[in-house]
């Protein structure tokens, strides 16, 4: 098992910065595909990106692709997303889970956090 803990969560203006966290414990991360997931006020939990076990293969919904990377440290056992170029309606609870498959599908996921919210505002 491993357990997730999410951090960066803040306030923003719009056209702002900011870099989420997601530290690891217990078995390793390496053993993980890791993933980002934001859920809205009134929406459903949506895909964000996605990084294999070793970080070679990255994935990221069209809604953040040129503005979002999510990047690993297998050493720390912390994944990451930078977000640039923050928009309103990025403002949600970034999750972060991983799963021993690279998907898409939050229900595919085993392992979640408790999130970390993120509001950008105009």
């Known amino acids: 098992q491993v357990q997730l803990v999410e951090s960066g969560g803040g306030l923003v203006q719009a056209g702002g910065s900011l870099r989420l966290s997601c530290a690891a414990s217990g078995r390793t991360s390496s053993s993980y595909t890791m993933g980002w997931f934001r859920q809205a006020p009134g929406k459903e939990r949506e895909f964000v990106a996605a990084i294999s076990r070793i970080g070679y293969v990255t994935n990221y919904a069209d809604s953040v692709k040129g503005r979002f990377t999510i990047s690993r440290d297998n050493a720390k056992n912390t994944v990451y997303l930078q977000m640039n170029s923050l928009k309103t309606e990025d403002t949600a609870v970034y999750y972060c889970?991983?799963?021993?498959?690279?998907?898409?599908?939050?229900?595919?996921?085993?392992?979640w956090g408790q999130g970390t919210t993120v509001t950008v505002s105009s």
């Open positions: 889970p991983a799963d021993t498959r690279f998907t898409h599908n939050s229900r595919e996921y085993a392992y």
